[in-house]
């Protein structure tokens, strides 16, 4: 099959005869229709990652279809069209026993321990099928559009924890995808009023084709003065911060109001020096500060019927669709925010 190898630190390279993935004989082997660049891939592009051993395929934003099964095999028939979440929890572990399979503790993940989506074929073992994160693809949904129920599932994660009501105002800060998925997310759920602060020009540009109130440029106003007076001094009910920026995490607790909270959802960067926080607004506002990453299967199941009843148009995000080949194109132009989400099709 075709594949991209991610050889070594900042080298991906396109095999046109790699071997394919073996049939598992309680699994499937999926033919990738659609995979997704992830802001991650690009990170393991040129620093890995403890879990991802190269050589390696990684790329874990996936829809496919069914191609072969495994003779053990029933839940899925040949010529299914399905998506896959990323992460497979034990389901036996204390944090999937309690329904936080995110916090699985032997969790393993597409494009990480297993192989990923950066090739014509996937193997999808039994595991995956037993914590439900292969899904069917509804009929009226493109493999393009079902690819971005994984990071969507991600954004239905740190929702659940932000607890949005129909009527919040909620900041936003990062006009990434992800940024303006929970944009479109916190719409869905009745967000009255959504700021968005950004601070690279293309990005608010690329912004403004969404439903957001009030778009903050960063570079010319400072974002804490622009939430307060669109608040009325009051703060927003919810702050969720999505980008890598420690600065953003301390001036996010600021904007909240009393009581409300903020979500560090976007990571920083390893080695990141510790970001000092001014606990005693925490405590007196009685502001609820929390983190979320990845997803559980609950996640998928509801990313994927946000998206196929068009309540978040997560095909909006698409800039760009090339073909597997073009691979480090496409990680270029996730890197330089030139794009929102890049498309690969390995056909
Ligand atoms: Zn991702
Ligand atoms: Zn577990």
Redesign the pocket.
Known sequence: MKAVIFESLDNMVVKENFPDPKLPEDGFILKVESVAICGSDVRIFHRGHTNVKPPHIIGHEVAGTVYKVGEKTTEFKEGERVVLGADV????????LRGH?NN????ISFGYQLQGGFAQFMAVPREAINAKIVQKIPEHLSFDEACLTEPLACVVNGQELSKIHSGDTVVIIGAGPIGLMHAMLARAKGAIKIILSEIAEKRLEMAKKFDIDVLIDANREDPLEAVLRETEGLGADVVIVAAPSGDAQAQAIYMARNLGSVNFFGGLPPNTKEIPINTNRIHYKEVFVHGSHGSSPKDNALALKFIASGQVQVGKLITHILPLDKINEGLNLVETREALKVILKPW
Do not use: E, I, R, S
């Open positions: 929890p034990c389901g036996k572990c204390f944090y999937c399979q699985c503790t032997n969790l």
